[in-house]
């Protein structure tokens, strides 16, 4: 979608935002007298129950239910109704890391076929996150309202305490590397959380056309690919130099970590910025910068995304709140300037917020950055073994990091495992 001049945009706000706030019901709507349900996970049932208001000024008799759960709790939950069809929700928020395994199950609805058209509104969005939303049939199955901007994060007062420029961090993943063995030495300072870090972006990375991360199109197993070499090359040179500080993500640890400043560089989606200024370690603010992944690496990290199960029993309604959670660009912009859920519309990325300093980051205009590194970023295409496949994959991984396996070995046995099961799945 080519950005539009200024009175277009603002033609353009007032036409979406009318689109699913104002006018009558569409003829195919069922009696307003309902209770729609909703399920999700923080902070995406916040923004929710803050949008309600607004809705229900269009459908004043319809009473809205959010139910929220802890981020793992939720999708656990969100698989256990689709499996069993018991308390299924009427539209589920699910994160872009868990849509693969309930799209290609075909429990959610065809949201390309009328009367949801989904595919109209693909130009509207960032490129990859509107491929990200397709089964293996290449039909929607969800509609995107947040993005995660693979980005990297660091800790400026510890690199100007070792006297290393931030753009060594950037040079080559080499060069990340041997910056971590200068901050290291100077601060004491770990360089990420865990060398399963760098094996993750790595992986993830600038994906060619047709390549998913574990499987190709032509349904072929990726892991013994460049990509996995280096990553778990990489990942192997970091623990062996003593450069990570063994903490898994989301743990007790992990979040002392960023507190305590015992490491220097942490690479996450764009989202990960607020959930440090807001919980994490609020008291680091101004510590901290952004910039783009080493080695001019682009990958998707996380999104968020609003899907219909088959079986939902109020499908026309469902469909009238996520189009008003995901075609609004001020509802966008307004979830991003609460929760920092960063907007999968483009028309958002216009936007004078973008442009602003960010405190927590010293002043840096990294909104902007994250942009434009949105418009750059890969599709990663579903495939419904990806769960699977990551869970081989990090196993290997650990059997060499902890010195039990050669990386070539270990991707061979990820790949035999991996092949067997594609074809048992057939």
Known sequence: ?????????RTTLKALSTMVVGGG?????????TTLSVAAFPAVDQILKAALPEFQKKFPQVRVEVVGREFADHHTAMTTAIATGSKLPDVMALESGFLGRFAISGALEDLS??????????KLFVPFTFQQNRDAQGKVVAMPTDIGVGALFYRQDLLAQAGVAPQLLGQSWESFVATGLDIQKRTGAYLVTHARDLKDIIIRSNLQPGEGI??????????ESKRFVRAFDLARTVREQRLDARVQAWSAEWAESFK??????????????????????PQTRG????????????????????AIP????????????????????LRQLSAFKAHDAFPALLETHRDSYLEQPVTFLGGQAARALWRDLAVKTPAVPLHKLDALADEIVNTELDKVLSGKKPTQRALADAARMLGQRMRHSA
């Open 260 to 281: 305590r400043g015992t490491v220097a560089t942490h690479m996450m989606g764009s989202w990960f910025a607020g959930h440090l200024a807001n919980w994490l370690a």
């Open 113 to 122: 076929k009328p009367p949801f058209d989904a595919l109209q509104y693909e």
């Open 25 to 33: 019901a569409p003829a195919w709507a069922e009696p307003a007298a």
């Open 310 to 329: 088959r079986r939902a029993s109020h499908k026309p309604l469902a469909w009238e709140l996520v189009r008003f959670m995901t075609l609004s660009p």
């Open 287 to 306: 510590l901290w910068r952004t910039s783009a992944l080493p080695d001019a690496a682009h990958a998707p990290w996380g999104g968020t995304f609003y």
């Open 214 to 223: 574990y499987f190709n199109e032509r349904k072929e197993v990726l892991v």
């Open 1 to 9: 979608m080519d950005f539009l001049a200024p009175s277009s945009r």
